[in-house]
């Protein structure tokens, strides 16, 4: 049943990359495309669009599956959480879309969304039993709830860096804060995906590099490292001589193992960024601007919004009003400052702005377009560094 699962995730994947070509087709296909540009739907946008939902079935089928192998809802672990946001992402777009009609929506989303499920393949994928804090029915309630509403939120950083790639002028003459935070979330995601190559190379090359350590709770415990290891475990030792030793011993409060992971997907992103600079010899976000042509600048900062509105509420009650209720009963209590529970609080907070200065202080345009790409950083920042680097009661994760 795992088996399938998995097999039922890669053909969701490739579901996704056959929507992108025909989303790719839509807009750049001269014999097909609308005069209209990107918001009214065409054909070929439309296949796509059913391409997309045929992917989403067979993930569904890949969570469902895995669920009945497991004996539990399969979010339980980076690997189970990160594959299932991304589905959820795919999701936010199957609803926005069928609003708006936004094929160039379609072609920044499914990138994105295989991004995240390969990035989930680094993890381990084996099913395993759940730890006891894991095994209560509200972590089918908090969890899938909270990752739904995460997927939604993503939909708004799409559309937020389809404006932001349309309005701002990016060549090579302008020289400007906004040209810069707009090529460092291009150097982002090609680091995702360099970082999804190298650590493959890694593991089909058969790398590890196993260490001893004391752990926190003064125990002696092993550590095996499939990455070289530039982060070393406090006070590690290299259980063999002939593998690789850490270049930096990290004290005992950071994660180091999931630190060096970090640090190899920023490294591999930067020489993915630098060689995809060296090709298209212009800055990314501008090499992607021919595509948009056609994008009303309006209906994308609508998207933007409207994606906000639909992920906020259901993001608050699986990320705060469901997770202190499983707080309570697990832990007794329904708050602990657990990193986990404070990026979570800062996470509505700063939604509860965007809305707040959104409607009350007409912030529209670019400024919106910004908090939507900020909100899903800080999304992204709380499942990875939070979650990978800073120990804390959710480091089971």
């Known amino acids: 049943m795992a088996a399938l699962s998995e097999t039922l995730l890669l053909i969701a994947f490739f579901s996704y990359f056959a929507s992108t070509i025909l989303f790719a087709v839509s807009l750049t296909g001269k014999k097909w495309r609308n005069k209209e540009g990107d918001m009214s739907g065409n054909r070929w946008g439309t296949f796509g669009y059913t391409v997309a939902i045929i992917g989403f079935l067979f993930a569904m089928g890949y ?13 339980s672990n980076m690997f189970e959480y990160t594959a299932f946001l991304g589905i959820t992402l795919t999701l936010g777009f199957i609803v926005i879309y069928a609003i708006y009609k936004s094929n160039v929506l379609g072609l920044f989303t499914m990138p994105i969304a295989m991004l995240i499920i390969a990035y989930a393949s680094i993890f381990p994928r084996e099913v395993e039993p759940l730890i006891p804090a894991l095994q209560s029915y509200w972590l089918h309630i908090h969890v899938i709830t909270t990752a739904i509403g995460q997927g939604i939120l993503a939909v708004s950083f799409v ?19 906004q040209t810069f935070f707009l090529e460092f979330i291009m150097y982002c995601l090609a680091s995702v995906l360099a970082f999804v190559v190298v650590s493959n190379a890694f593991n089909l090359a058969g790398f590890e590099s196993e260490f001893n350590y004391v752990n926190e709770l003064g125990e002696e415990a092993e550590i095996t490292y499939n990455l070289p290891p530039v982060f070393g475990p406090h006070e590690g030792e290299v259980a ?26 920023l490294a591999s992103g930067l020489v993915l960024y630098g060689l995809l600079r060296l090709i298209f010899r212009k800055r990314l976000s501008y090499a992607l601007k021919p595509v948009l042509k056609g994008v009303s600048p309006d209906k994308a900062d609508e998207v933007s919004y409207r994606a906000i509105a639909i992920g906020f509420p259901i993001f608050t009650l699986g990320g705060l009003i469901f997770a202190m209720i499983w707080a309570q009963i697990a832990w007794t209590r329904f ?15 700063f939604y509860a702005a965007y809305l707040h200065l959104r409607l009350s202080r007409g912030w529209h345009g670019a400024p919106s377009a910004w908090l939507a790409v900020i909100g899903f950083a800080i999304i992204m920042f709380n499942l990875i560094f939070v979650n990978l680097v800073i120990a804390g009661l959710h480091s089971y994760a």
């Open 335 to 349: 708050w602990g400052w657990d990193p986990k529970e404070v990026w979570a609080l800062i996470t509505f907070l």
């Open 63 to 75: 969570f469902f599956t895995r669920w009945a192998a497991a004996g539990h809802p399969p979010v």
């Open 240 to 265: 063999d001589e002939n593998q690789m030793d850490a270049l930096i011993t990290m004290p005992d409060w950071v994660e180091s193992e999931d630190l060096n992971t970090v640090f190899w997907s």
């Open 159 to 177: 559309a937020g860096l389809v404006y932001l790639i349309r309005v701002i002028d990016t060549s090579k003459e302008q020289k400007n804060k």
